[in-house]
Nanobody, 124 residues
């Protein structure tokens, strides 16, 4: 069975940091891309970052560029999202997803497998 387990969310003050993890199993992690998406209350889900595990190419949305870093440990079948300088507007449920993509994209329709969300709350 395919499983994606997102963890690492929590409550942090503005300017603080969190590191999200996405533990994967049941598919060939090395050739898949992992994307991070988030959904704030009352808003649509937004793709914020992704990494191609086959070549390490990454993508960041403008809203997180320079503050968030995505990386993977292929030996552990785990992807991470290091989030620094967090802002209240980063408050959302964060999801990781896996897709067999040729290029790093954060379009939901290209992702086959989804994990449950992890809540990130940033207080001002």
């Amino acid at each position: 069975d395919v499983q994606l387990q997102a963890s690492g969310g929590g409550l942090v003050q503005a300017g603080g940091s969190l590191k999200l993890s996405c533990a994967a199993s049941g598919f060939d992690f090395d050739v898949y891309s992992i994307g991070w998406f988030r959904q704030a209350p009352g808003k649509e889900r937004e793709g914020i970052s992704c990494i191609s595990n086959s070549n390490g190419v990454t993508y960041y949305a403008d809203s997180v560029k320079g503050r968030f870093t995505i990386f993977s440990d292929n030996a552990k079948n785990t992807a991470y999202l290091q989030m620094n300088n967090l802002k209240p507007e980063d408050t959302a449920v964060y999801y990781c997803a896996a897709g067999d993509l040729l290029s790093p994209l954060v379009l939901e329709e290209f992702y086959e497998y989804w994990g449950q969300g992890t809540q990130v709350t940033v207080s001002s």
